[in-house]
């Protein structure tokens, strides 16, 4: 990727508070950080094994922009490449799924092994004894371009990068448990919703590590009486800033005063016509009704009540990101466990009733800061630091981000 | 059932119009009117549905979760403003079963953003039962399935 220009755009400081409102809108800095972090030492979140159970099977997805394909091949091995042919660059899978013995070109039907080695050159020795590949032509080395691949608890994640860490060690021991903790057995797809949010595919990875929003514009959570800052709960963050889990538990300390003091809206105390919405299991064995984990840069898990999604964030330009909500259950599940997780589904989404809000916030951001320059955001709420906390009205884990952002970017 | 074709395509006729001016005019308190107590409704994508996986964008089953929704649009949620108009096509009966009459019809809602900008936003087929049982006739099941499997920012307001 020739890069023509460099982006202008700078922290303040060396701290982790004020961010610059220019960081979401430069095009210079969007293409640096599709190279540098994208295509650099990070683990991209690309599809759930289980979507992929047999030989042969395939699903497309994206790393950052560039499409990918996942495949199982006949050992039962799962491989991520690139969907670009190696021959003139078009897409190869033009389907979103499918099961293949190879994977064919459209163009000029060259052909490709489910691990992205090329197998077959159309008229590899040309008609009649003339044409074909120059006898130099190495198709050991014209294959897919591969990424490596990594996959935990049933995540498939790929990277460009040969020095990018182990999956645990990137994440950090205390991440990759409650990772463990939520995704504990074999998973079984439920399907997908794709969002587009019309904003910077940051705005969103800061969305998802702020636990301090989640109570004051999520309101259905107040209306309903379903969550509180005041809960019992925390947030840790993850090795190098970017990962994080924030968690709260139920029926303690739910606090009305607070929120009545400081005058908030919607506390309105209704009642759900129907509560078999919120018919719930608890599956932690420890009360948590909330779990909201990172993984930087593409990755969001959340377990509400029995609601398991894997969020992955797709940039789309400067200014727009693709959300993939991937719903799971696990293989074990009964028919009334299944039923209740679909049931809860109605929670998040595009119409989710305490997600829905995320869908446009990102665009009041992304709308009410065009033209700006030389501005700043500020994340002050408990402190400057990156460090875990037992407090929720805090924006520890977005500084995390920071944190683990201007490493990668170097900036 | 004792009806003519061209009264009951009437009758249909009549109740999508009632039911897209009914979220289109901003009554969505009367939305939940137009189904059975014991009724599903399901926005689901083409590509969720054609796979076989169930899950939906919204997933209720019954009456009394629609109006939990309504109370959830009015009172907690937050997004802004905007207005649909609803286009409703290719009206076709599949079954009669007594007094449940199986549809398929083609639809396309266009939305209206606060700033002026209308965009179609969502484009699918309608796959419901309706009882006749009683006048007017509601929804047993409304299946929304939409082909344009990318939702723009956020769906609130109902299909």
């Known amino acids: 990727m020739a890069k023509t220009r460099t982006s202008s755009v700078r922290f303040p400081n060396d701290g982790l508070v004020e961010i610059p409102y220019d960081i979401y809108t430069d095009p210079d800095l969007y293409r640096d950080e599709i190279s540098k972090i994208y295509r650099g030492a990070t683990w991209n979140y690309v599809c759930l094994a289980a979507q992929i159970p047999n030989h042969g099977d395939f699903v497309t997805s994206y790393v950052g922009e560039t499409p990918v394909i996942a495949t199982r091949d006949r050992e039962g091995s799962i491989h991520v490449m690139e969907n670009r042919c190696a021959h003139r660059g078009a897409l190869v899978c033009l389907k979103n799924k499918g099961n293949a013995k190879l994977l064919s070109c459209v163009y000029h039907s060259w052909t490709y092994k489910l691990d992205g080695s090329l197998h077959g050159v159309a008229f590899e ?25 990594t996959e935990f608890c049933g995540l498939v994640f790929a990277t460009y990068s040969d020095e990018t860490l182990d999956f645990e060690t990137y994440v950090g021991p205390e991440i990759a448990n409650h990772i463990r903790s ?51 709960g925390g947030i840790v963050v993850g090795a190098g800033g970017g990962s994080h889990i924030s968690y709260g538990k139920s029926k303690t300390g739910v606090d009305h005063e607070g929120y009545k003091a400081e005058g908030i809206h919607s506390l309105k105390d209704m009642q759900l016509k129907d509560p078999s919405l919120l018919d719930a299991l608890d599956e932690s064995g420890e009360g948590m009704t909330t779990r909201i984990l990172s993984v930087f840069p593409s990755l969001g898990l959340q377990c509400h009540y029995n609601s398991i999604a894997i969020r992955q964030v797709l940039p789309k330009g400067v200014g727009e990101t693709e959300l993939v909500w991937n719903h799971v259950g696990f293989v074990d599940d009964d028919e ?13 989404g595009p119409a989710g009733y305490i997600s829905m809000e995320d869908g446009c916030i990102g665009g009041f951001v992304q709308q009410a800061i065009r033209g700006v320059s030389g501005e700043v955001g500020i994340v002050p709420m408990g402190g400057s630091g990156t460090e875990s906390t037992d407090a929720r009205a805090t924006e520890v884990s977005i500084r995390g981000f920071w944190r683990a952002y201007r490493d990668f970017m170097g900036m | 059932m ?33 189904f059975a107590e014991k009724s599903r409704y399901k926005i689901i994508s083409s590509e969720n549905y054609e796979q076989g996986l169930p899950l939906g964008i919204i997933d209720a089953d019954s009456k009394s979760m629609l109006e939990d929704r309504v109370a959830s649009i009015r009172r907690a949620n937050i997004f802004e403003d905007h207005r649909y108009k609803h286009f409703v096509s290719a009206i076709e009966v599949t079954e009669i079963a007594g007094s449940i009459v199986s549809i398929i019809a083609n639809y396309q809602v266009v939305r209206i953003d606060i700033r002026g900008n209308a965009m179609l936003f969502s484009v699918g087929r309608y796959k419901d039962k309706i009882s006749f049982d009683q006048d007017p006739p509601v929804f047993l099941e409304k299946l929304v399935i939409f082909d344009n499997q990318r939702v723009d920012t956020l769906l609130a307001l109902p299909l």
């Open chain 1, 336 to 348: 009334a466990m299944r039923e209740r997780r679909l049931k809860q589904s109605n929670l998040v």
């Open chain 1, 125 to 149: 020795n040309g008609v009649g004894g003339k044409g074909g590949l120059p006898e130099a032509f190495n198709k050991a080395t014209n294959g897919l371009k591969r990424l490596k691949v």
């Open chain 2, 2 to 34: 004792q009806i003519s074709d061209r009264d009951l395509y009437f009758r249909i006729e009549r109740l999508y119009a009632r039911y897209q001016r009914c979220i289109d005019d901003d009554e969505l308190e009367l939305w939940p009117n137009f």
């Open chain 1, 182 to 232: 939520i995704l504990s057995k074999p998973l079984v797809y439920l399907g997908r919703n794709v969002q587009v949010l019309p904003n910077n595919w940051k705005i969103y990875n800061e969305n998802l590590r702020d636990s301090y929003h989640a109570s004051l514009l999520h309101t259905f959570f107040n209306t309903f009486k379903l969550n509180r800052l005041s809960q019992e």
